[in-house]
């Protein structure tokens, strides 16, 4: 069964349907590769995967412990290079919403750098991640 269906609109410009909730995601071309830069790009979509992917396993996680950690938040900051054009770096820094022990934060931690989408990232894109608590 599909995920998705995606719909290029013209002017560097995409629709995607998540298909089991309808919900839809629009995608722009940056300003700096011919596009408006008025939605977020492709590789926007992927350096935020790994922020979201991060924050969803340590909400479970951290359920699992009995804890909240609601409205901690990810600035996300992606590094592009050239030859060919792909992400070279992606930069998170968490704040998190929760006084924590040390085991608690470790706990957590650990637990968001083995999502999926850290694990399915090439290698070579170096991950400079920062964890920030109350």
Not at 66 to 89: L, Y
Request: glycine share 6%.
């Amino acid at each position: 069964m599909a995920t998705s269906k995606v719909t290029y609109l013209g002017e560097l410009r995409t629709s995607s349907i998540h298909l089991q909730s309808g919900t839809e995601i629009i995608t722009d071309a940056p300003i700096d590769n011919n596009g408006k830069g008025e939605a977020f790009s492709p590789t926007d979509m992927v350096a935020n995967s790994l922020a979201t992917c991060m924050l969803t396993v340590m909400g479970i996680k951290a359920r699992d412990l009995g804890v909240d950690f609601s409205g901690s938040t990810a600035e996300v900051t992606k590094v592009m290079a050239a030859e060919p054009r792909r992400i070279s770096e992606i930069h998170i820094t968490f704040q998190m919403n929760l006084e924590a022990d040390d085991k608690t934060k470790t706990i957590l931690e650990r637990t968001g750098m083995t999502c999926p989408v850290h694990f399915s990232l090439h290698p070579d894109i170096k991950k400079e991640i920062v964890f920030n608590w109350k």
